[in-house]
DNA sequence: CGACCATCTTGACTCAGATCAATGTTCGAT
DNA sequence: ATCGAACATTGATCTGAGTCAAGATGGTCG
C-alpha cells in the first residue's frame, strides 16, 4: 500500500504530481472517494454496491515514465482503470514493427483486449508517472452475475471500446492526415472536458512519433502539421504543451475530407 | 417460420442456396442441431443450458441480398447470429461517406456495437441471401447471470471483436495495398475453413467497392490488386469466384512489409 | 555546467495509390 | 434474346505523404 504525499491543488503545474487525480482525499484509496467515480463506475451501483467491487480491486504502485503495466502474451487475469498519468497500448507486428493502438487517460480502462483469448493482445507501458487500479477478471465476472447493473456497465465498456475502434478505423481508411492529427486533437480535449480540465490547454504526453504511429503517419508528417496548424492560427504548440485557439476551426478541419463531398 | 426445401449437399453449387447451413436436417431449427453449433456457441455449455439458450433465441426470414438487418441509430435490443449467408456492417460518417466496417459469415456475431449506447453504431445489410438468429440482449444478460460459462463467452466474444478491429487498425495503418488485400484474402480463407468449407476456393460475397472500402483502398487499385496477384500466379479470379492458388505466398506477401524492416 | 542522446523540425526528392476518363462485363428485368 | 444499370477493368496523370538527410532543441546525468 503506497501512501501518497498530501497535495494542495493549483490547477496549474499539473504535470509535476500526476498523482492527484483520482485519489481519495484522506489518503486511503475507496471507489467511493474516488474524483473518477463516475467516469469508471456504473452510475447505477448502490453505495453498498460500490463497496462491494471497492473489495476486489488493488490499487497498484506507481508507474514511472515507460514501465510496463503488462506485456503481450502476459496471462491475463486482470483488466486496469486508469487513475493518474497516461498509457499508451501498443502490439509488436509480425514484421518486429510497434502499432500504438491508443492512449488511455484517468477513468479509462484497459487491458480488455485479453478476455478472448486470456492473454494480453498488446502491451501496456506508462507515458509519465501513472497509477492504475487492477480490477481481477475472475472475481469481477462472479460479482457481475449478483450485480446485473455491473454486468451491464462491463458489457457497455466493451462495447464502447468497439465503437471506438470503429471510429479509428474510419479514420485511417478513409482521412487525410491533417483531419486525423485533428481528430486526435479533439478527442484529447474532450477527454479533458469530461474530468473537468481544459479543453483548449493541456500536456500531449506522447512523443510525436507514438502521435504518428498511432494515426498511420511518419513522424515528419505529424511535425509538418503541428507547423502548419499553428502557422493557421488553428493552435499553438510547445513541445508537448498544445492550446486549441479555435475549436470549431479545428472540427472543421477534422471533418472536411479533401475527398469528393 | 419458413419451410426450407430440402438439399442434398454438393460441394459445388454452393452459391444458388445459401440457406444449406446452420439449418437443422429435420428442418426445425434449434441450437443443439445447428451445425454451426462450436462457433458461436459456448462449448462449455451443458446440454440442457444450450436449450435454456435456444428458448430465447428466435430465428428470422431469411433477408434478401440488399435487405438491412438494422440501421444505424435503430434502438438496440439484440444481437445476431449469421446462420446463412453474408452481411456487410458499415458506417456513415459526418460527410456522408459509407465506411464499411466488417464482413461476416456464418457462426459470427453481429451487432454488439449497439450495446454501448442503446443504439446500434452501424447498419447492417445483407450481401447474398442470408438467415440470422435474434439474441435479445435483455434476456442474454439474465440468462448470463446464471451462467457463468455463457457470460464468459460472451466477454470473449466481445473482446475478441475489440482484438479483430485492432488487427484492422494495424493493417490500415502499416501496410500496403498488396498486404491488406493478401490479409483480407487470408481472412477469409481461414474463416472458411473453420466452417470445414474450401480454404482455396470460395465466392466473394461482397463488390470490389466494398473490398476497397473496408480496406481502405479505391475501387481501381483493388481491381489492379486482383489482376497483379492473378498474374503473379498467386490466385485465380473470376469475377467473384477465387482460387488461391499458393497460400504461403500469400502469407509472405500478407506479412513482407515494404517499408524497413 | 557541459556533453550526450532523444526527440523534434525543416527541406529536397520520390513514389504508391488516388483521380480522371474511357471501355468492357455481368446480371436481372422484360 | 435484348436492354440498361451496376459493377469491373485498364490506362494516363497527379499528388499527399513517405523517405532521406541535415540541423535544432531539449532533457538528463555525471
Avoid: W
Amino acid at each position: 500500500m503506497v501512501a501518497h504525499k498530501a497535495m494542495t491543488h493549483t490547477s496549474k503545474d499539473a504535470d509535476k504530481d500526476t498523482l492527484r487525480e483520482g485519489c481519495a482525499k484522506d489518503g486511503f484509496e475507496h471507489c467511493r472517494n474516488c474524483l473518477l467515480g463516475a467516469i469508471c463506475l456504473p452510475i447505477a451501483l448502490t453505495s453498498k454496491d460500490v463497496d462491494l467491487l471497492d473489495n476486489i480491486i488493488e490499487r497498484k504502485h506507481p508507474l514511472q515514465r515507460g514501465e510496463h503495466l503488462y506485456r503481450e502474451k502476459d496471462h491475463f487475469s486482470a483488466v486496469y482503470a486508469v487513475r493518474s498519468g497516461a498509457i499508451k497500448t501498443y502490439h509488436i507486428t509480425d514484421d518486429g514493427q510497434e502499432q500504438v493502438n491508443g492512449f488511455f487517460f484517468p477513468g479509462e480502462i484497459i487491458g480488455m483486449d485479453g478476455i478472448g483469448c486470456g492473454r494480453f493482445c498488446s502491451s501496456a507501458t506508462a507515458l509519465e508517472t501513472t497509477s492504475v487500479c487492477e480490477i481481477p477478471f475472475e472475481k469481477l465476472g462472479e460479482l457481475s452475475t449478483r450485480l446485473p447493473s455491473l454486468q451491464r456497465h462491463f458489457f457497455q465498456l466493451m462495447s464502447q471500446e468497439i465503437t471506438e475502434d470503429q471510429k479509428l478505423i474510419t479514420l485511417l481508411s478513409k482521412s487525410s492526415s491533417e483531419q486525423r492529427l485533428a481528430a486526435l486533437l479533439l478527442s484529447v480535449s474532450a477527454r479533458n472536458a469530461r474530468r473537468n480540465l481544459s479543453e483548449t490547454r493541456f500536456r500531449l504526453p506522447m512523443s510525436r512519433t507514438d502521435i504518428g504511429n498511432y494515426l498511420g503517419l511518419t513522424v515528419e508528417t505529424v511535425s509538418r502539421l503541428f507547423t502548419r496548424f499553428s502557422h493557421n492560427g488553428l493552435l499553438t504548440v510547445d513541445n508537448k504543451e498544445v492550446a486549441l485557439l479555435d475549436l470549431d476551426r479545428l472540427r472543421h478541419v477534422a471533418s472536411v475530407n479533401r475527398y469528393k463531398a
